[in-house]
């Protein structure tokens, strides 16, 4: 069975919460179910993994290689703009991995424009939602992880 983990950063908890303007209505257990229900329609095994410590997201992401992981979605949050730790550890795994952004990050603030993330992953999906999540899983077998 394929396996693929999804991973949130800081403040995606929050979701439903925080600026219910740029991140919408739905909240984090929301997410979890949408997440839930495309690995039952797929058939596919899905973890989902959410940390506001960047220490603990690095392990999780070192910890995919050792369960071999086929795939990993990662929203980083605020991590996205600035965090070489996250970056390398994705690279040094060689998982095919996708960042999502709820938020469309490059009609937002300037800093918000500059990921981090984005040259270690092998796609970038950003303005979509909480779809945007179905859509990196999609893609992930699409590219038959």
Do not use: W
């Not at 991995?97 to 950003?126: A, D, G, L, M």
Request: charged letters at 20%; hydrophobic letters at 40%.
């Amino acid at each position: 069975m394929k396996k693929i983990v999804v991973i949130n950063g800081p403040n995606l908890n929050f979701l439903g919460i925080r600026e219910k303007s740029v991140y919408g209505n739905e909240d984090y257990q929301d997410l979890i179910n949408m997440i839930n229900d495309k690995a039952n329609k797929l058939g596919i095994d899905i973890e989902i993994f959410q940390s506001n410590h960047e220490g603990s997201i690095i392990d999780r992401i070192q910890q995919c290689y050792h369960d071999n992981v086929e795939g990993i979605v990662i929203n980083p949050g605020a991590y996205t703009h600035y965090s070489y730790a996250i970056r390398d550890a994705i690279a040094s795994t060689s998982i095919k991995t996708v960042e999502v952004h709820i938020s469309n990050i490059y009609e937002r603030e300037e800093f918000r424009h500059i990921s981090v993330i984005e040259p270690v992953c092998i796609k970038q999906i950003y303005g979509k939602g909480l779809v945007g999540y179905l859509l990196a899983i999609d893609y992930l077998i699409e590219i038959n992880i």
